[in-house]
């Protein structure tokens, strides 16, 4: 079983920048692909980034790749997601998520992804 906890959410100016942070349990971090899932209001979760176990490879969403990077420490169990340019949009409920299976590609399929962290807020106003 894996637990992951998200933080770092908050409410921001158009423009500006957060670091979400996930911390994962577990001693088999390193071997799972993590990614970020968010929610808006009155809409469904949506796929946000997604990387590999060993960092090597990142995928992500067309809506904020050139503004969100996706990178991971196996040292600290942790994953992050650094937002620059946040834009109202990018309001949402955003999630941590950890691929079950070792050493599996990145991906955007929600139903691919075993564990999920209870969620942090993001909030950005214009």
């Known amino acids: 079983q894996v637990q992951l906890v998200e933080s770092g959410g908050g409410l921001v100016q158009a423009g500006g920048s957060l670091r979400l942070s996930c911390a994962a349990s577990?001693?088999?971090?390193?071997?799972?692909?993590m990614g970020w899932f968010r929610r808006a209001p009155g809409k469904e979760r949506e796929f946000v980034a997604s990387?590999?176990?060993?960092?090597?490879?990142?995928i992500y969403a067309d809506s904020v790749k050139g503004r969100f990077t996706i990178s991971r420490d196996n040292a600290k169990n942790t994953v992050y997601l650094q937002m620059d340019s946040l834009k109202p949009e990018d309001t949402a409920a955003y999630y941590c998520?950890?691929?079950?299976?070792?050493?599996?590609?990145?991906?955007?399929?929600?139903?691919?992804?075993?564990?999920w962290g209870q969620g942090t807020q993001v909030t950005v106003s214009s």
């Open positions: 998520a950890a691929r079950g299976s070792a050493y599996s590609s990145p991906s955007v399929k929600e139903y691919e992804y075993d564990y």
């Open positions: 990387i590999t176990w060993g960092g090597r490879n990142t």
């Open positions: 577990g001693r088999t971090f390193s071997t799972y692909t």
